[in-house]
Each structure stands twice: as structure tokens, then as C-alpha cells.
């Protein structure tokens, strides 16, 4: 059930006007509305007058944070918080963020979302001038950059920009020195940022997704536009949008998963792009059937968008169970079978002797789906017509988006019909490029939605794959000395 | 958003013909399908020819079992696992279950579900005779009255039939001794209790609800019908029906709140009642809307049946985080009012400029509706319609639910216009008594309904609130000596 | 280097004259000067007016006392605690004391120290009954008999008295009710018990060891006469000594291993009665040498004092790790050999090429000292000469000190001359049986050393060898009922 | 009780010929017979054939390593490990060593104990040229330093060789790169460094002190020299000796308080200088006493040694709580009385009535010893004649040593005869400076002793004190950009 997409991060900061315990509880809160963009690390960084305090390890939220540790965090004018997904291992606690160093113009914080496709190159001309690396994240590398740039110019902020001309690929970076709080996007505008403001107190706040400014009680101004730059110094704030000449690249991978529904990206709710991707995927089905169901919980707004359009009653097929996280043990291979189960389960009367229609947001090994189908079969279902609310995936992402190697994705070895007879389905369909381009209309090219097609709105590494790309970086592990 | 009304426990055993981890692992999926039941404290006893281990905590299960202590329960041909919902303090861990006592003839392990009503006069009769008690839980007046039983009688099933004849209330119960797994169920029947049987290993199981047995690889066989006594030893199962005499009279609330929606109890799928009271509760209906919405997560199956009888569309309102548990740091007072919408908020583009139905399944105090009422005009709902799947709460629960103090429920103290002034609605309404028999028909007389009716299907104490019952327990810690 | 000679608990009460966190706190300072005593489990049960607060749990006092529970156990009059060597496994919490029961007259909360030796008789006597048990400590076997007196008589002093009169074997307890603070020692005074009182405050203070009453400030008072029961309410003190008959029979391992050097118990001080070993060890001593060591640190006073008697100069010869606790990860069998050195090491410049005599309190097994004397040579020492400050262990204890089974002790399957070859020292002497009874003189005849001579100043229980008894309770587990 | 003079670290690094758990169990060892050289955090880097596993957190060895870290760190052929004392707040986790880095050429491990001099500078002089710096430790200045000699240089050992000519100061140092293990001690040699040698598998090993090699199972070869530069690589041992120009001036207060007894340093037998400590401070003694007491521990081997020389017999005067650790809550003020007693207690049968000599190795404040020369006098000792094992503190240490800042040091504040009345003493007297040299005999110039005399064996850094180089670092938080 574990899904082969995962989003890198969620960030937030935020800016205000005293020196008290909102700044780092906000982000606390914060962070927990931005846990859906990362599970594996969080932490929070909180600058009182210049002086950083920063908690950050592997683990959810509730795991990370407790009363002692907010309480060392302490008072604050100023804090930045992280949560990442990862791949790499549980010792890896070094790739946790904020990333929190000093350069010789004093504390440099660092939340990043995104990936930097120029990063081996920029890595190895750092250490071919003597730079020392503790993890592999690109963090490390944008701070080395902004590091070099503050020695010759004036400010961080103007360290910042030259840095950004720099950085190819995607990045959302929330950015904390001694006095400052700067908030900036890649020119493309792959991963989202926006702003907020506490009307009450002026605070100034900066979040992944819209989802989370209410954990400072802030209300939504804009989204930060790609390539701008804000910066926030005494209380006043001033936003810089000389890099801004591309129109916004959005991943569209935002609206079909990574997102929270009740979260407003580019003037468009989430939710209402997935009912609508639910409807279009409707409008081009061709079967009939007794019920729509959704997959939890991905699936589950594009199966309501669905019914909406079908007029085939939606239900609810599936019960997820919500308290099995990370701590759950898994058994010995002869007892596994029966986690499946425990994990999700089929209600019954659903489905029993009806002619389903199952919808979810993707496919990537096909294994998921197939064991789906299956269990509604064995509940009954008579007929398990699959609909996805997205393309097949066939391309790999270079912008952060953590998609399974080609030789894995089902879409890249197998026919529509084969696909649709592994997975044990009536039949399958996939929403088509040119219905999810319609989330936005009529500008809807201006997603990024390179996974599906091959085309990608930023130069692209060449002759990198980005297995290869994290092969080249640990190989020096191995090399002589 | 803390729910009032709360289940008391979830319970499990499962007997099977092999020593192995079959039995604990077993138990310890179910008690993830059960949690929902309580999450106060949760425990696991495991039988390995005759020499009984336990494990059992206050906690979720997620933290209080981990590869340790379920290696060390170890391998078992019988187990027994309970969750637990509580009210008191965290340092009551002495009133975890299963409870695991020995007596003259052996080790015997209790799990419980309900409320013995006659447990006063029982407990102090023992204590004129002598007894010591840990806790204050039911649980050790039963382990009393089988001991005692046992004395006289030549088996440990003859013991506990005869407690049952004994012990006033609701109750089911499974009870493991050295050699045998039995199962019990009150006269009346208020509380669930299934039997399944996996058919490969032919291991019998019995759980709180049919949605743990896939933990096991278990089918749902049928209920253990009220009054039925049953008891497996060497394999043999032995179905005593001598004591069933009454109608069933489930707790009505099961099938509204308290039950999984993918349960199925005396033959009536649980989402599929849900689906029915929103239906009947939209043939009350008198208003014109735009959305019907339902409050998660109790709602929800509700809104839906009421959106499909009404033809209102169904939208999803709300986002609640599911990442907010018992380790959530509720800040200083002044940053509260941030906390409540991390908790729940607000899909804004389904209720803006909308006339919506909200359905909940009940109302307690009041007080968590009209928060709600609140954010959603907030967020700009032009009317707010609130619809509950249930009736007015009047009455006090003697069987197990853990229902306010009459002078909290706010049915008992406003009438149904004030009620709706108090939580700021358009307008409010209550599904009848007469619809909530529905669920099942014609035999829905049937269900125990007395926290809405106000009459029982078994005696009720006398001049005995549960809470004067609580305090006569306690004031005994300040008696003279 | 785990002895095998383990004493059961430490005991510790207050009564104070004021609600505030002094009780509590004094009781968390005397389990760390009582930790010497039990390191298995320990707990704390605090009074405010009745109301009972418990936390026990398996670990020291270190791992299960935190400032949260601390601050839960709260505000309080009166509190008793306890830590506990136990043999049973990691599961058995449930042994953990206080114990904390409610009888009909209200709480009681009872810490012992001691073995009772009629508790299987007793036991079968509840349980015929009907009585229930949860342990199988002595404690609750205790407490049965303490409230069916209750029953009868007036007030739980005279049911304690009672109670007293009953049970035979060794028992030093401190009992709390809801108004009293009680204390008592069985007839023949097998365990410590010693009364102190804070003379700004006039709290008394009841305590296993002197060692533990300046945890309260208290200064010590006397010892509990053997048989002497002492009551205290509403701030009074009543010493009823109408069943001291016999004179005391202290435990004489309390003197040569158990208690803390600073101790005072029946007016000898533990250090001094220590170096009298010694002493009387080396005037038994018939060999020459360079160097006097002590196996650290049960053998370290001694030897000091053999070292002063003999003129032989005292030597550190070891240094013992005191880092290593229980989270110690013992590494896969063929790096053990490494941890053994880690645990305890040769201070080589001490013993290179020197005669040694090398002092320990006891010798169990004889693998331990075994060990000990190949590190000395190998450590380049000419001789060692093993003198051992107490007589043989020839017999099993009955009354509370954890010797192991007779087919493991040493000196009941070898002769003297065996077990100096076995342990392969140059000589081996024990301490006489009428040197160690010089401790006290010259009344010395009064400890009890029956694990040493066969005789014991109390009844016996016949044809049950300890683990008879155990397996006897434990069999229970495997009745069929 | 806290002593206020701190080592800063202990180091381990093993080199074997195969893959096995061998070098992660050896070096988790070592660090349990180091971990009296730092208790604030540890850490321990494993390298598998070039790719390195690391743990370290905060925390003793016991509490940081468990068996599930243990097996993730996995097998190895080459290990480091590291123990901490820091001045740093519980979240500075970041400066937690081993250090891992990655540098052009491959990774880097870098242990280190020692003070760098130059640090500043060098900090400086990398910040100028972009370099960022994650915490506050000399060791990732040292890491920048080896990078930028190893992009110059043809191996690593060339680039730590030219790193050593530019450091100042005090360090040893073992790294670990791909394929390689270096030691390297500075040229004057102020901190300890040893090899030894298994002679069954050929591994070798070096540590801080020898105490640590039987860990390994190796057996100690010889100290690592002044300036020597030690390279293992395919099992081969290469000795660079070209660096090795100065005499060996090691930090005296190694043998005065800082290695464990059963250490041997420099060829003397730590125990037998403290001995010889002891006896030379008995020759200058000039009073008579009845016994001669240690303060625990720091002051029982001198002691020992003042006894024999002084023939005043030795006792135990104290028994210090050895479960007394971090998690020992203080209580509130009121309270906090007690808790001195309960860390240490003085055994009132040794001093009562007798004219005491207490030996302790330092007073740096004179507050801890007039704590005890007060309980002392209470417990009866009718005279307490204070000894100290080393003489004045009057200087700083600028070498690694934490002494107090000389405002707090009484030493520099107060007279002898001062001292002598504030800590309430019928005499005191230090060790003499000439004496102190003696441990060493002719040579003893040769030891640092910079903190007694003023005179130092290295260039110490001008103008700038301890504090306010770290207020130089910190200060930069502060910078404007």
C-alpha cells in the first residue's frame, strides 16, 4: 500500500513584530499541516535578536517535538520550519532541515523544497575549492552558494538573488539570518509558496501550501510568484521581482496528489481541480456501473467528481486504518497476508454483487491496484472497472518528485490492455494529457506535467539519471585516498 | 472536537490447534481494527500451554506493543486482547485489560466490554467477605464471582454461567483459563460479540465487531447471541444456549457512531444503517441547499445517505489532521484559537456563497457544533443547516456508554429553538425515535434507545447516577480506620 | 561478576504534618540511598487525605521516576516506597510495589521486606475462599489476611497486629491506610527497620537502613524492635510492644554484603562491623604477601581491615566500570571474552610480580572468583591468596536472601581443598563461624546465620525447598479447570 | 558536587583485517572504559570497504547505543568512536563527534580531543574564502584544513601531515578515510594517545588511554609519540617520526585526575603517580591525625598513598550514591537541602571524635569543600585537615582543559590562610609545584603545568581569553547582513 510518489517537503516561516512564543508554536502548527509533504524529518529553527536555536530529527511532528525541546526553542521574533520525505536511511538524521550554518557574515537557515538539477556540478566545484559536505541534500550546496555570493556583494538578499540565477531546476526557499527573513522561488515555479498575514499582528508568514497559514491565524495575501524574491527586515517588507519573467510551471502533481484539498494553489483549490479531474475522467468513460468508489485516500475527491458527472452513486468502498503508522510490526511472511487486510479493508455491502467503478490517482508498479481489484472481487464486486485521475506515468522527474525508475513504472512496459489484465480489472482507463491540462483554463500548458509527457518546461540534466546522479555522489566513498 | 460520547472497550480471543506466533500476532492486527473502541490502555495475554503472559499499558497499541514485548508474549495456542477507553487519570494503568488473576484453580484472564449494574452491591458483598481490590473496574468483581462460583462447581464454564446468572447490566466477556477460550454475552444482548473461524487452520476467534477477524484470516461465522455461552477446549467447541432467552437489544449507538462502517452486526451492515439514517433524515427534511457536508469523521457515512435521498450533492467540508494525537502540544492560552483549525478546517470553495446542510451524528454540549457552525460561516456559507443522524440526547446510559451528566447535555436543558440560537444555525433537526428503529425492521423495538427514549430494556439501578456510584467507590479512600 | 546473593527489597515511610511535596520528594531521595537493596522494580504511593497516588514500575529509580510523575504523585501527607530485587522476568510489573489494594474500610498500601514462609499455606487458605491473586509476591498474601482482620476487629492497627501474630517467616513492613502510617517487624527481627523523625518539622520517618532517613532530614532515632508495631495518626506516635518476646535475630549478610557501610543497624555500624571482618580474617591469615586487594565492591571494607590487622599494605586492585548498567548490549559469543575486562579491570602496576591477598565477601558458585584469580595472574601476580569474609554457604535461606539452589553452591559439592584448586588460587580461608559471630559481642549468637551453620532461630518449613515452593505456586498455572 | 575542571574528550579508532561486528562491539567497548573522559555525548563511525555508517546523539554510551543501532552500524573493518564533555546546551547535538564529512576526495571521519589555538584564525581565514560552518568545534576547522591541503597534496596523510604544521595548540586526532586510519598527536604532545595491538587477528588500535585497548583484546605497544604521524592502509603501519622534535610535555592533570588508575601513560602507571601524589604531600604534612579520608573519587588513590607514606590509617569517610545521575530530578529549593546528603554521605562511625585528614586532587571554587569539611564537623570529627594532591589553580588553560574563569578561581582570590577559613578547615595544604613534578623523575619539566605556574610548554594565543574567543564566535549571530 506504500506509494511509489512522494513530494520532498513542506516549508514554512514567518516573520513578526515581538519577541514571544507565537513564532515557534506557529511553526509547530504549521508543521503539522504540512506533515502530508513529508514524513520522514522535521524541525524547527527560531532566531531571538540574531541568537538561532534549531530542533530538528528524524521522526513524524508528534514524535520530534515535545514541551521541553518548544520550550528550549523559546521565545522568538523570527522561526523557519521544515518537515522532508526521504529515502535514505534511518541514521541519515544529517539530511534533516532547517539546515542551520554559519558562513562569515554569521547564521544562515535554510528550508528548501525542490531539486537542484545543477547540483553535482556546483558540489564539485565547491570541493575543488576545499568545500567539506555532511549529507547529500542540495541544501548543503545552495548554501555554499549564497555563502561565496555574500562575500562579494552587500547583503544577503542580493546573496540570495545572484545565488538563484545560479540554481537550475526547482526550488521553493524560505531563508533566516540574523535580521532577515527571505522567502524566494525558482524561476519556473515548480513547488509552491505563498504568503500570509496575521491582521491582528502583522506577522508575516510563508508556507508550502495555504493549508497551513492558519496555524499563525494568518490570512492569505498571494502566492509568491516565480522568481521573486521577498525579503523581511524591521518589520517592512520589500519584493523583489526582477527574476520574474517566466510564467508559473506548477508541478501538476500538486493538484492531482500532493496537495491538501482545502489548500488554494494559483487561485485554484485543490479540491475543486480534483472533483473536476474526477469529472473529466467521467466524461470519458464508457462503462456502466452501480457505484463509484475511491481509493484512500488518494483517490477519493476524483471518485466524488466522478459520480458528480456519472450520476453513478458515489460510496464509500474502502475503511483505511488510520492508527497503523511506522511503529507497526510487521510479521513473520506467513502471517503478512493478513496485514493487507488490516491496512484496508473492503465493506462489503458496497460492493457485493455490484458493478464498481474504482478510482484512484495513479498507477506506478500496478501491484497496489492489482491487490485492490482482487479484494473487491473477493467482496463480491462483479464488475471492478479502474479509472485513473492522472496519465500514465512514463517519464522520470527531474524537479523533485520522487518517481519510481522507468524499468518499474507499468506504463513504460506494458500495453493499456496488459496493464489492465495484470491488475485483474474489467477496464481501465487513464485521464488523457489534454483533460488534465484543463484544471486551468486556458493557460493550462503551463503545468508542469513532464512525467507524463517527455516535455519539461526547464532544461533537464543530460545523460543523468537521477539514480545515476546519487551513484556519482556516493562512489566517493569508495574512491582511494 | 473531543467527542463525549465513548466506547468503553473492544475485545478478542482467538483459540487455535498449534503453538505459534499465529495467536499473538493475531491479536495484536485485531487489536489495531478495534482501536477505535478505546484508546485509552490496550493488552495482549497470551496462553501457552497453561502458563499465561501479558503485556498491557495505557496507550494506543502503536505504543504500547513493540517487536520486544510481542516476542516476549511469544508463541501461544490461545490469546486475548482488549482496548480500553477511560476517563481516568494517566496513572491508572491498574485498570488496564485483559485482567489476568489466579485462583484456586488456576490462572484465569478476563476481557470485558460494558457495564455491570448490580457491581456495587456485588463488590461490597465481597468485600464484607474479605476481598481486596486493585482497581475500579467491573472486570475484578467478574474475576470475584467466577472464583467463587468455581468453588462450587466443577468447571470453569459452569463457573462463569453461573455468574452470569449473577451479574445485572451489559457485558460481554471472553475468558481464558488454562485449557479453555469461553465466550459470554449479557441476557440482553447490548454490547456485540461475533464468532469467526479461519478455515484453513480452523483457529475460532471472537471479536467486539466482524472487522477484526480478517486479522486472524477469519470469517465471520455469526453473533454470539445474547445469553449464549460458548466454550472451546481440545478443539471442541461447545455452544451453551440455555440462558438466551431474550431478544437482542443491541446498543443502538454502535450502529451509529461507535461501530467501524465495515462491521456487519446481527446481519445489518453498519455503513449501510448509516447511509439509512441520512436517508431518513432526509425525508425530514424541509430545506432547500446547495451542499450537504458531513463532520469527520462521525458524520460523514450519514451526509452521504442524506445526500443521495435528497439529491443535494455531496461535498467533502472539512479537512481534519490526522496527525494530531495525544502527543499535540496545546500552547498557552492565547495561541488556542490557533489549534482549532489545525485540527479541522474548512474546504472553503465548497461553502462559499453556500447554502449547506452539515450532518453530525449527534450533539453533547453543544459546544463543538457551534465551532463549527462558526468556521463555516467564516468561510462563507450563506446558511448553515444542521442535520443530526440520531435523537436528542436526554437520558443517562447504565450499560456502558460514557454519556455526559444530564446537566451538560444541552437537549435536556434548551428546547429545540434555543438550541439552534446557541449554535448559530439556520435551522436544526434531529432524526426521531421512530426513524432510528428503522435501521432494522420490523423487529428495530428491539435496540436498546434509552439515552433517547428514557426506558431500558433491562433494570436500571435505583438513586444511583453513575457518578454517585463512581464517588461512592472512591469515598471509601477517606474512610476512618 | 552478577552475584548470585541478591537481598529482596528496600522500605521507606513518612508522615508528615503538612500537605506539600515533601513526602514525595523524601521518598524519591531514599529509594536512591535504598537502590543498594533492589534494583528491579520500585515505586512510590502518596496520601493527601485519604486519596491514594500510586507509580511502580519495573527499572531504578532513575528510569521510572520523572518530574512529570513526580508532579503526579503530587502534594501529600503521608507516602511509602519501595525498590525490589526480583528473579522473574521483565514482564512481571505486576510484582512491583507498594502494593496498592482497597478493602472494605477503605485503601491500604502495604511495602515488604522479608520472605513469609507459611505464604503457601495462607495463600491455599484464601483461595479456598475465593480469594484471587494477581502476583506471586507475599505482599498480597499480606494484605488478604490484613483486611479478612479488619473484618473482625476495630481499627487496622489491631488488624495488622493480628495479621502479624499469623504469618511466620521474615517481614519488615510499613504499612499506609487512609489517616495511618504503620509499622512493624516480624518476631524474630530477620529484617532491618529503623524509625528517624525531622526535628524542624516532626516528620517520622520509617526506613530499611539509616542510611536513607537524611533523605527527609531526619535524624535517626532507633530500630523497630523485632515484633514491635508502631502506629501514627493525627501526628501521634504508639509504640505497641506487647509482642516483643524474642530478642533479635538480624539477617548477619546485612552486616557483611547487604546494607550501605554508612548504615547503622542495632547500634554497630555496617563499616565498622566490616573492617572487624577483616580483621578477624587476617588473624586467621597464615601467609605472607605484598599487596591487599578487595574484589570491588562487596570485598573492599574488608579488606581494608585485613590490610590494617595484618600490616600488609591495601592496594586498589581493580577498577570496576560503573558505567555498565543494564542497557549494556552483551555482544555474540565470540566477543564476550572482551566485555568481561570491560566490566572489571587489573590495575597491573599493583599486582605485577606481587604476593596478593585478595578479599570478597562470599563465594557462590565459585566461577566468579574463578575468573578474578586468572585476571591476577594473568596480570602478572606471583600468588593469590582468595580470603573470603564470611563463613561457607552450606545452607538454603528460608527467610528472604536469594542463595542459590545447594547443587550450585561451591562449598556444599567440594572441599576446601577442591575449591582452592578449582578457582586456582595459591590458598583459600573463610571467615570462621564464631569470628563472624564476634561482630556483636557478646550476644552474637543472635544473628541469624543459618545459611551458614543449619541453624535457624525460627521455624522452618518443612520438606518444601524454595523452589519447590515457587513451582508449587507456578503449577497452578497448568490445572485443569 | 559538579567538579568544575573537565577533560574535553576521549578518542578510539581500530584498524582490522576483515569484515566482521568486531570493530563496532570493540570500539562500543572503549567507549564504556573512556566514557569517564566525557559524559555529555558520543558517537561512533563504522567503515564498510569505504562507505561509512555513523551514530552519535547526546547522551552517555549506554543511553545513545542500543542493539538496534549497534547492528545498523553493522559489520566493519574499521571503527572510530569518540566521548564528549561540552559546556553546550542540551541541543547542540551538532557538535556530537566523531565528524563526518565529505571532501573532493571521499569521505572523512575525524575524531579529536584537544584545543585548538589557532581556531579563530583559521575560522576566519576559511569564512573569507565561503566556508560554512555547522557548529562550533575545532574539528570541522580542522576538516576545512585537511580538504584544503588534500586538493594540494597526493594522499591523506600528506594533507593531515601539513595540516598538523599549521595547527597550534593541543590534539590528538584519529581519522578515518575510505581506505585509510590516521593518528596524529600534536608536537608538544599535550594529550594522551597509545596503540596496541591484538596479536590473534593483527587488528591495531588506538586510544586515548590503555585502559581502553582490552576492549579490543589488544595489548598495549607504546604511546604515540609527540608529532608522529601513524597511517594504516591494506594492514600495513607506517611510522612518520619526522615532525617528532619535542620533548612530550602531556597535561599533568592526566595523572593528577583525568585517566582512569589502571591506565598506564607515558610509562607511569597512572595509579602509582597518584600514590606517589599522595606520599609526597604526606611529607609535607605537619599535623597528626587519627585517620586519612579521600573525597570520592577524584581524591581515594592519594589518599591511599598519604595513609602509607604518613602512616595514619585509611579509611572510607564517605559513601558517594553511585544512581545518582543526569536524570535525578532536583527538587525545589526548599527541598534541595537534602539531595547533598544523598550524593554524599559520610560515614559517621569513621570520623566521630577523631581529627580527620581529608585528600582531594583540586578545590577550584573552595564551595564543595567547605560542603564537606561542614558535614565533616557534624558527623563528630573534632579536627578536618584539608590535603589537596596538586597545587594552586591560578592560571587558565588554553590546552583543553575547562577550568573556571580566574574570577571564580579562589586560588587567585583569596590567601592560603583565606582559603584555609572559608572552607572552614583546621589546615590546608596543596601539593607543591616542584612536588608535583616528581611523578617524573628527572624529567618532570617536561609535563605541562601551565594552570599552577603560568609558565606554558607551547605558544598560548595573546589577549584573548577563553570566553572571549567564544564570545568572538558567538558574536557573529549577531551580525548584521
Known amino acids: 500500500m506504500i506509494k511509489s510518489i512522494n513530494e520532498e517537503c513542506g516549508i514554512f516561516g514567518i516573520y513578526t513584530n515581538e519577541i514571544s512564543d507565537y513564532a515557534v508554536y506557529s511553526t509547530y502548527f504549521a508543521l503539522y499541516s504540512l506533515q502530508h509533504r513529508g514524513q520522514e524529518s522535521c524541525g524547527i529553527a527560531a532566531n531571538d535578536r540574531g541568537v538561532i536555536s534549531i530542533k530538528k530529527d528524524v521522526g513524524l511532528v508528534s514524535q520530534v517535538f515535545n514541551l521541553e525541546n518548544l520550550n528550549e526553542l523559546g521565545k522568538a521574533s523570527m522561526a523557519i520550519g521544515h518537515v522532508r520525505y526521504s529515502t535514505t536511511g534511518s541514521l541519515s538524521q544529517v539530511n534533516a532541515q532547517p539546515l542551520h550554518i554559519k558562513h562569515i557574515k554569521g547564521p544562515l537557515v535554510i528550508a528548501h523544497n525542490g531539486n537542484i538539477t545543477n547540483a553535482a556540478e556546483l558540489r564539485q566545484k565547491f570541493e575543488e575549492n576545499g568545500a567539506i559536505f555532511y549529507g547529500t541534500s542540495d541544501s548543503e550546496i545552495i548554501a555554499y552558494l549564497i555563502a561565496a555570493n555574500r562575500l562579494k556583494l552587500n547583503s544577503i538578499e542580493e546573496a540570495v538573488k545572484q545565488s538563484v540565477k545560479t540554481l537550475k531546476g526547482a526550488f521553493s526557499l524560505i531563508i533566516m539570518s540574523a535580521q532577515k527573513l527571505i522567502a524566494v522561488r525558482d524561476l519556473t515555479g515548480f513547488k509552491p509558496l505563498c504568503i500570509g498575514r496575521n491582521e491582528e499582528n502583522g506577522a508575516i508568514v510563508f508556507a508550502s501550501e495555504s493549508c497551513a497559514l492558519s496555524a499563525a491565524q494568518a490570512k492569505f495575501v498571494r502566492d509568491v510568484q516565480p522568481g521573486e524574491l521577498i525579503t523581511i527586515e524591521n518589520g517592512e517588507i520589500n519584493c523583489d521581482k526582477s527574476m520574474c519573467s517566466q510564467k508559473c510551471h506548477l508541478c501538476v502533481f500538486e493538484y492531482i496528489y500532493f496537495a491538501r484539498p482545502d489548500s488554494i494553489i494559483e487561485n485554484i483549490s485543490v479540491y475543486d481541480a480534483r472533483i473536476k479531474l474526477g469529472k473529466l475522467l467521467a466524461q470519458q468513460n464508457s462503462v456502466d456501473a452501480d457505484a463509484v468508489i475511491g481509493v484512500p485516500f488518494s483517490g477519493l475527491v476524483a471518485a466524488k467528481g466522478f459520480a458528480i458527472e456519472s450520476k453513478i452513486p458515489y460510496c464509500d468502498g474502502f475503511v483505511k486504518n488510520s492508527y497503523i503508522g511506522r511503529s507497526f510490526i510487521e510479521p513473520t511472511k506467513n502471517l503478512r497476508e493478513n496485514t493487507i487486510k488490516i491496512k ?78 495484470f491488475i485483474g480489472a474489467n477496464s481501465l482507463d487513464y485521464l488523457t494529457i489534454e483533460n488534465v491540462k484543463k484544471i486551468k483554463l486556458p493557460e493550462s500548458e503551463n503545468f508542469c506535467n513532464g512525467c507524463f509527457s517527455g516535455v519539461w518546461p526547464a532544461e533537464t540534466p543530460k545523460n543523468i539519471s537521477k539514480n545515476k546522479f546519487e551513484q556519482k555522489l556516493n562512489i566517493k566513498n569508495l574512491k582511494t585516498n
Not at 370 to 390: D, F, P, Q, T, Y
Open 344 to 421: 484496508l479493508s473492503v465493506i462489503e455491502s458496497v460492493v457485493k454483487n455490484k458493478r464498481v467503478i474504482v478510482v484512484d490517482d495513479s498507477i506506478v508498479r500496478g501491484t497496489t491496484m492489482k491487490r485492490i481489484v482482487k479484494m473487491l472481487k473477493e467482496a463480491g464486486a462483479k464488475e471492478v472497472h479502474v479509472r485513473i485521475s492522472s496519465p500514465e506515468f512514463k517519464h522520470p522527474c527531474y524537479f523533485g518528485t520522487d518517481i519510481d525508475s522507468q524499468e518499474n513504472l507499468i506504463a513504460c512496459n506494458m500495453s493499456r490492455q496488459e496493464i489492465t489484465e
